[in-house]
């Protein structure tokens, strides 16, 4: 317990007790919960791997990252103690005896394997100058690092870095199927190595887990459910997130015995290596959600069916799944056995587990004595397996459906479970916290996060002020609870800078200058300083990646998710400008007049004249960067988002014509939009972070059997264009929900949709009838269908250069004449 106290430290210390002029008073309700919270932590870092074990895994990390750099660091693990009560990591100049001869240069002591791989980074950052991201974003800048025997000295003092919170998490439940979907175990090692380099210690672990529901529900003779049963439970592979949360089930199933069997293997792998780091893996834990075929056998059991998630027409074969009531006797049973099978699988438990009741439904009644019954049970069901149970839930329903959770709804449901054993994820605290509307989740734990991204889009986007300032307001606010930062992301390998920022703060506890981080950030992405790549980014700081009008930024721009409307009977609607202070005259005159901010065609938060200019001065840096992998990243991502702008204000001009019947100029423009998709497929060709192959490639990769493999490579066109359900004149309500920018995908899906209507509105005009509306669902549902089904090979390797194609497509749309 010695150490359970140090760790209390951690989050006490800025709670009540390190504030200058407060007096320490007696522990308050959310300093109990806290209190209760830290000891919990205390023993779960008794159940660390031996620091020999992380030691060995944080040198794997290196060896990955700079193979030739292995013997020049010199690792260990320290106590909590030797970081004065939090954990840390400390780096220093090795220090050698007289006359000793070593290849260490570095030093860096950590309390667990991940703050020793932070730490590496943390150096490598700010004295080699190095920049980690995604391979899809450019991958890692490693060429400033000098070579053995040349690295950078530190102070004479060293560094000491302490985490103000307890704990980094990462993940949503929906990424493992944005993203996560179709990797394999080499995909993983190269995750989990960026994750803790980025310090995160607190990642979901939700892969294999339907093989885990297979064994409780299937091979154990308690409920001796049939395969068939659990076909009907599970989704496909690509909407395993959403049959987990009870909105849907079979869907784009079943599921191979193969994939079991398999998911579950990389999630051994997964887990060793998360805990050999010392990570703290989240589990999943049961919500309720239960297989139709459980009725027949418990026919007395409180079992009820929800009501629709996004099906055309409620087709019982996926929509409105079964849930059993958590008063339930067997609600505790099924929980109970869910979590040992993973403790017995696993090998072990870190106590952490994710249950989300309500995603997206709700509960049948609002009555504060019920919903405080629910939260009992779901625990109860939890503790059952695991007595020192801590559940941590994704506070996502207390924004989405904040008109249900009200003051005593979300009271009861926070304080249904015992001080201490309930953390939530603020999930959107970037956009709209909740922990300032709630004062601090009346006393229960929270993690700050960051969502940023829906449905894994792509769309260059952020709100780094916002990520600058609000986890240190949250942290230092009165009665603060916040115990921790996160990235809360549906889809990853997007934004890297917003995602290096949000990093960075679990190792912060001051404000940031972001001016200065941020050209930093510049010159550690490229390697090198040049003048207009710095231009850009400053301009692009100010603009593009500080949004303040607190609308969520899923992307809905024309292109990629085409309007769904009758053109006859759209009418001009004005646009709303949140934040007047940086926008032009005429930019201003532009979006007011526009279909900008209306829902019909994409969101616009910055002067587009800024993201010209900014484009404009990246390409200006093309002489010195042009072979710097990151900055083609960059350029081909800004004029790749410069263009999809432009073309909302194209469709909004073709509208006009449209009304107008001036079928001269719906000719121009349409012909002008359509050359635009094509030249933009041409851009996004030439980067391989932008290409539909790779997606499309690693489904058919995990496949055993050519029925798999047709099987795996419909759920991975399906989830990124209609997504759900439709009829032959209805699409889904979430088509083009997990939109992608990605040549191929323009090329042969975006483009043909585009030109099929551009076609039809032309035919209106000649033949001045009204446009077929439900003639254009009926096709384009038909086309998109078509789609789904085929097993055309996309690239997988990038073609062109991306410089050329930038500069060519700058010149013809975004010349004055042009824009």
């Given at each position: 317990?010695?150490?359970?106290?140090?760790?209390?430290?951690?989050?006490?210390?800025f709670?009540?007790?390190?504030?200058?002029g407060?007096?320490?008073?007696?522990?308050?309700?959310?300093?109990?919960?806290?209190?209760?919270?830290?000891i919990?932590?205390?023993?779960?870092?008794?159940?660390?791997?031996?620091?020999?074990?992380?030691?060995?895994?944080?040198?794997?990390?290196?060896?990955?990252?700079?193979?030739?750099?292995?013997?020049?660091?010199?690792?260990?693990?320290?106590?909590?103690?030797?970081c004065?009560g939090?954990a840390?990591?400390?780096?220093e100049?090795?220090?050698?005896?007289?006359?000793?001869?070593?290849?260490e240069?570095?030093?860096i002591?950590?309390t667990?394997?991940?703050?020793?791989?932070?730490?590496?980074?943390?150096?490598?950052?700010n004295?080699?100058?190095v920049?980690?991201?995604?391979?899809?974003?450019?991958?890692s800048?490693l060429?400033?690092?000098p070579?053995p025997?040349?690295?950078?000295?530190?102070?004479?003092?060293?560094?000491?870095?302490?985490?103000?919170?307890?704990?980094?998490?990462?993940?949503?439940?929906?990424?493992?199927?944005?993203?996560?979907?179709?990797?394999?175990w080499?995909?993983?090692?190269?995750?989990?190595?960026?994750?803790?380099?980025?310090?995160?210690?607190?990642p979901?672990?939700?892969?294999?887990?339907?093989?885990i529901?297979?064994?409780?529900?299937?091979?154990?003779?308690?409920?001796n459910?049939?395969?068939?049963?659990?076909?009907?439970?599970?989704?496909?592979?690509?909407?395993?997130a959403?049959a987990?949360?009870?909105?849907?089930?079979?869907?784009?199933?079943?599921?191979?015995?193969?994939w079991?069997?398999?998911?579950?293997?990389?999630?051994?792998?997964?887990l060793q290596r998360?805990r050999?780091?010392?990570?703290?893996?989240?589990?999943?834990?049961?919500?309720?959600?239960?297989?139709?075929?459980l009725h027949?056998?418990?026919?007395?059991?409180?079992?009820?069916?929800?009501?629709?998630?996004?099906?055309?027409?409620?087709d019982p074969?996926?929509?409105?799944?079964?849930?059993?009531d958590?008063?339930?006797?067997?609600?505790?049973?099924?929980?109970?056995?869910?979590?040992?099978?993973?403790?017995?699988?696993?090998?072990?438990?870190?106590?952490?587990?994710?249950?989300?009741?309500?995603?997206e439904?709700?509960?049948?009644?609002?009555?504060?004595?019920?919903?405080?019954?629910?939260g009992?049970a779901?625990?109860?069901?939890m503790?059952a397996?695991?007595?020192?149970?801590?559940w941590?839930?994704q506070?996502?329903?207390?924004?989405?459906?904040?008109?249900?959770?009200?003051?005593?709804q979300?009271?009861?449901?926070?304080?249904?479970?015992?001080v201490?054993?309930?953390?939530v994820?603020d999930?959107?605290a970037?956009?709209?916290?909740?922990?300032?509307?709630?004062?601090h989740?009346?006393?229960?734990?929270?993690?700050?996060?960051?969502?940023?991204?829906?449905?894994?889009n792509?769309e260059?986007?952020?709100?780094?002020?916002?990520?600058?300032?609000?986890?240190?307001?949250?942290?230092?606010?009165?009665?603060?609870?916040?115990?921790?930062v996160?990235?809360?992301?549906?889809?990853?390998e997007?934004?890297?800078?917003?995602?290096?920022?949000?990093?960075e703060?679990?190792f912060?506890?001051?404000?940031?200058?972001?001016?200065?981080?941020?050209?930093?950030?510049?010159?550690?992405?490229y390697?090198?300083?040049?003048?207009?790549?710095h231009?850009?980014?400053?301009?692009?700081?100010?603009t593009?990646?500080n949004?303040?009008?607190?609308?969520?930024?899923?992307?809905?721009?024309?292109?990629?998710?085409?309007?769904d409307?009758?053109?006859?009977?759209?009418?001009?609607?004005?646009?709303?400008?949140?934040n007047?202070?940086?926008?032009?005259?005429?930019?201003?005159?532009?979006?007011?007049?526009?279909?900008?901010q209306?829902?019909?065609?994409?969101?616009?938060?910055?002067?587009?004249?800024?993201?010209?200019?900014?484009?404009?001065?990246?390409?200006?840096?093309?002489?010195?960067?042009?072979?710097?992998p990151?900055?083609?990243?960059?350029?081909?991502?800004?004029?790749?988002?410069?263009l999809?702008?432009h073309a909302?204000?194209?469709?909004?001009?073709?509208?006009t014509?449209?009304?107008?019947g001036?079928?001269?100029?719906?000719r121009?423009?349409?012909?002008?939009?359509?050359?635009?998709?094509?030249?933009?497929?041409s851009l996004?060709l030439?980067?391989?972070?932008?290409l539909?192959?790779?997606w499309?490639?690693s489904?058919?990769?995990?496949?055993?059997?050519?029925?798999?493999?047709k099987?795996?490579?419909?759920?991975?066109?399906?989830?990124?264009?209609?997504?759900?359900?439709?009829?032959?004149?209805?699409?889904?309500?979430?088509?083009?929900?997990?939109n992608?920018?990605?040549?191929?995908?323009?090329?042969d899906y975006?483009?043909?949709?585009?030109?099929?209507?551009?076609?039809?509105?032309?035919?209106?005009?000649?033949?001045?009838?009204s446009f077929?509306?439900s003639n254009w669902?009926v096709?384009?549902?038909?086309?998109?269908?078509?789609?789904q089904?085929?097993?055309?090979?996309?690239e997988?390797?990038?073609k062109?250069?991306?410089?050329?194609i930038?500069?060519?497509?700058?010149?013809?749309?975004?010349?004055r004449?042009?824009?």
């Amino acid at each position: 317990m010695a150490e359970g106290r140090l760790v209390l430290i951690l989050v006490l210390g800025f709670v009540a007790c390190t504030r200058i002029g407060r007096a320490v008073a007696a522990p308050s309700p959310a300093g109990s919960s806290l209190l209760e919270l830290e000891i919990f932590i205390g023993r779960m870092r008794s159940q660390l791997p031996h620091p020999s074990t992380q030691l060995q895994a944080a040198r794997g990390v290196l060896a990955r990252l700079l193979p030739q750099h292995v013997s020049s660091f010199d690792f260990s693990i320290i106590s909590l103690d030797q970081c004065g009560g939090k954990a840390c990591f400390q780096i220093e100049n090795y220090q050698r005896t007289s006359g000793e001869f070593v290849s260490e240069e570095i030093s860096i002591k950590g309390t667990t394997g991940v703050e020793l791989c932070a730490g590496l980074h943390w150096y490598l950052k700010n004295w080699c100058k190095v920049h980690i991201s995604w391979e899809k974003t450019g991958g890692s800048q490693l060429m400033t690092v000098p070579k053995p025997g040349s690295l950078p000295k530190v102070g004479d003092g060293g560094v000491l870095i302490q985490r103000p919170v307890p704990w980094n998490y990462y993940q949503n439940t929906v990424t493992s199927s944005y993203s996560f979907v179709w990797w394999n175990w080499t995909r993983w090692e190269k995750e989990i190595d960026w994750m803790a380099l980025q310090g995160i210690n607190l990642p979901l672990a939700f892969t294999g887990q339907e093989a885990i529901w297979e064994k409780v529900f299937q091979v154990s003779e308690k409920f001796n459910l049939t395969k068939e049963d659990l076909d009907d439970y599970f989704g496909g592979p690509a909407f395993l997130a959403w049959a987990r949360m009870g909105n849907l089930h079979r869907w784009g199933g079943p599921l191979p015995q193969t994939w079991l069997d398999n998911q579950l293997k990389l999630q051994h792998s997964i887990l060793q290596r998360m805990r050999a780091l010392g990570m703290t893996p989240v589990l999943p834990s049961f919500s309720g959600n239960v297989p139709g075929a459980l009725h027949k056998l418990y026919p007395s059991a409180k079992i009820s069916r929800l009501k629709n998630w996004n099906t055309v027409n409620g087709d019982p074969r996926w929509c409105c799944t079964f849930l059993l009531d958590p008063t339930d006797p067997l609600f505790v049973d099924i929980g109970k056995a869910f979590v040992e099978e993973q403790i017995q699988e696993y090998g072990g438990t870190h106590h952490i587990y994710n249950c989300d009741t309500f995603n997206e439904n709700l509960p049948p009644t609002n009555a504060p004595s019920y919903i405080k019954s629910l939260g009992e049970a779901v625990y109860a069901a939890m503790s059952a397996g695991d007595p020192d149970a801590i559940w941590l839930m994704q506070g996502w329903l207390f924004s989405s459906q904040a008109s249900f959770w009200q003051p005593p709804q979300m009271k009861a449901l926070l304080h249904s479970v015992p001080v201490g054993r309930m953390v939530v994820l603020d999930l959107f605290a970037d956009v709209d916290p909740v922990w300032s509307q709630s004062n601090h989740f009346y006393g229960t734990p929270y993690i700050w996060c960051m969502l940023h991204n829906f449905g894994g889009n792509t769309e260059m986007y952020g709100r780094l002020d916002a990520v600058r300032l609000g986890p240190i307001e949250a942290r230092e606010s009165e009665n603060s609870t916040m115990v921790g930062v996160g990235m809360c992301m549906e889809g990853i390998e997007q934004n890297p800078v917003a995602y290096e920022l949000m990093a960075e703060m679990a190792f912060r506890g001051e404000r940031t200058n972001l001016e200065i981080w941020i050209d930093d950030y510049a010159t550690r992405r490229y390697g090198e300083v040049a003048e207009g790549a710095h231009e850009a980014w400053e301009l692009l700081y100010r603009t593009i990646y500080n949004c303040s009008d607190g609308i969520a930024d899923h992307n809905t721009d024309v292109i990629v998710k085409f309007p769904d409307v009758d053109p006859s009977t759209v009418k001009k609607v004005p646009g709303i400008i949140k934040n007047r202070m940086t926008i032009s005259e005429p930019d201003r005159r532009l979006l007011e007049g526009s279909f900008f901010q209306s829902k019909m065609a994409g969101h616009i938060w910055y002067p587009p004249s800024a993201a010209i200019k900014a484009l404009r001065s990246f390409l200006n840096s093309a002489h010195k960067l042009a072979k710097v992998p990151q900055y083609r990243y960059d350029v081909v991502d800004l004029t790749r988002q410069v263009l999809s702008k432009h073309a909302n204000e194209l469709y909004a001009q073709i509208l006009t014509s449209f009304r107008h019947g001036n079928l001269t100029e719906v000719r121009k423009n349409s012909k002008t939009f359509l050359e635009l998709i094509s030249d933009l497929d041409s851009l996004l060709l030439s980067n391989e972070g932008f290409l539909l192959g790779p997606w499309l490639e690693s489904a058919k990769e995990l496949a055993t059997t050519e029925t798999e493999l047709k099987l795996y490579e419909w759920n991975a066109r399906t989830q990124i264009t209609m997504w759900y359900d439709n009829t032959q004149d209805m699409p889904s309500s979430l088509h083009d929900y997990a939109n992608k920018m990605w040549s191929g995908l323009l090329r042969d899906y975006y483009l043909p949709r585009a030109s099929l209507y551009m076609t039809l509105l032309q035919d209106a005009l000649e033949k001045n009838v009204s446009f077929p509306f439900s003639n254009w669902r009926v096709k384009w549902i038909s086309l998109t269908n078509s789609w789904q089904n085929e097993q055309k090979l996309y690239e997988v390797q990038s073609k062109g250069d991306s410089i050329s194609i930038s500069k060519a497509v700058f010149s013809k749309y975004c010349s004055r004449e042009s824009m």
